[in-house]
């Protein structure tokens, strides 16, 4: 049986009408984007934490700073795929990845798969293996205020 290893990422940024929204790779146009460094794809920033976690190499933060200019208006999608192969070069693989995205607006469901996909080609999986799904904050909170999106990820990592 071969060593496995599971990791969580969590991560959350504030709404900014500045830029359009990416989740998972995918661009949503007509619904206001978030505030941060890189492209602000919340939950592709989970899916990092908990592959890195997993993997025990720390986080987002220590491998792809927002001191860096390098990634300032990164894609997500490219900084994972790094993140997969500095996993990789520690002798890892990943299994498969569950990720919930947590925000008001705009309704996940009907775009979960193509995230899903875009998530698995970047960590080297079939789409199979990611789960995308979405729920409210049930209006409670900054979340439920819609002055925000966060996101949850669970990794399984292989040796």
């Known amino acids: 049986m071969s060593e496995q290893r599971v990791g969580i990422g969590y991560d959350t940024h504030r709404t900014s009408g500045v830029r359009t929204l990416v989740l998972g790779g995918v661009e949503l ?37 927002d001191t860096d200019p390098r990634y300032e208006g990164a894609d997500s999608i490219e900084l994972l795929r790094e993140a997969v192969a500095r996993v990789a070069a520690e002798g890892w693989r990943v299994g498969n990845v569950d990720a919930t995205v947590i925000c008001e607006e705009p309704r996940i469901s009907p775009h979960a798969a193509d995230m899903a996909e875009r998530l698995a080609a970047a960590l080297g999986v079939e789409a199979a293996s990611v789960s995308v799904k979405g729920t409210t904050n049930e209006g409670m909170g900054f979340l439920g205020r819609g002055e925000g999106i966060a996101a949850l990820a669970v990794a399984m990592l292989q040796r």
Do not use: W
């Open 29 to 65: 146009p007509g619904v206001p984007g978030l505030h941060g460094f890189s492209d602000s794809d919340v939950l592709t920033h989970a899916v990092i934490d908990a592959v890195l976690g997993a993997a025990a190499l720390g986080d987002i933060g220590r491998h792809f700073p």
